[in-house]
């Protein structure tokens, strides 16, 4: 192989210089966004909401350590296979795995119904994968899939070599994987972890946020969590330690994924001021907290930018 090295960057040079100096042009493409159709040229397509579920395999690592690679190729098979088929059945309109770990996803309608009960199965599946694991290799480290969702906006293209479709893949610039990502670094497989503006969306469902009638419930489910990793509000999320029950997970799957989001049993106990809901005072403690928290990064940015122009004034 020989390559012309000085060509080759001059040509990247002026190629970057070409894609960088016309603004590209921005389709709106809600209700008719298509993956096939992505361009590859300077046109993208913009989804105003997508939601991510990014997840990632704790110890992939460790996994591999001392053993074969055909045993190695079945965790993977039975793992990461395992979650895209989770994201399958949930209805994820783009999935893409990444070795030891990817994302889903979701957009249109019940978006963020059909991602936050994947990222749930995905959580509950994630005990029964460790338990085989372990029954199999006792000495196999602790794992389980970490799991973080976040939503925004999105500008999608293809990227690549223009007459090469087998060198052309999806791009999706924003924050909602980006986000997701951070989320999952963040978390354990113990935890599903949201950002505040998939609370937004999900806070008033009883089957979201509560629990089923099993162990004494309905409770709440969900604990306020700080992302610092997240350079904005949305790192004020939430996070949930359950998983789906054993009784009540099917029919509370189902019932959100139709759209419902009432319990009788939550508003009556929500009435009588017997149940943490919506009323209580810990939950409008937990709204404030937050609030309170975007309010002070706010002035934390506010007060930055206040000493750099102090600083600039007095270099000047």
Known sequence: MNIKLDDALASLKDRTKEKLTPAPKVLVKDGSFDVDKLPIG????????????????????????????????????????????????HGADFVDIQGDGGFGLFWGDRRYERAVTAGITIRTFSIDFEAQLKAKWPDAPTTGFKVGIASGPVLAKKVGLERHLNLQEPVWAGHP?????????????????????????????????????????????????????????????????????????????????????????????????????????????????RDQLRASLAEERRSANAEALVARLLRS
Do not use: M
Request: hydrophobic share 35%; proline share 3%; charged share 25%.
């Open 42 to 89: 300077a046109e993208w397509h913009r989804l105003t909401d997508v939601v991510a579920v990014v997840f990632d395999l704790k110890s992939s690592t460790n996994l591999e350590k001392g053993r074969k690679p055909a045993s190695v190729a079945s965790i993977y098979d039975a793992g990461v296979g395992g979650v895209v088929r989770v994201f399958n059945t």
């Open 177 to 289: 994987v980006n986000y997701a990502a951070k989320l999952a670094q963040q978390t354990e497989p113990e935890l599903l972890a949201i950002t505040a503006s998939v609370w937004d969306a999900i806070e008033n469902n009883d089957y979201l946020t509560f629990s089923c009638t099993c162990n004494g419930g309905p409770k709440l489910l969900w604990e306020s969590a700080t992302f610092d990793k997240i350079p904005d509000e949305e790192r004020y999320g939430q996070t949930i330690e359950n998983h789906w029950c054993k009784v009540h997970g099917e029919e509370y799957c189902n019932a959100i994924l139709d759209g419902e989001t009432k319990r009788s049993v939550v508003e009556a106990q929500r009435h009588a001021r017997t149940l943490l809901g919506y009323g209580s005072p810990q939950l409008i403690t937990l709204r404030k907290s």
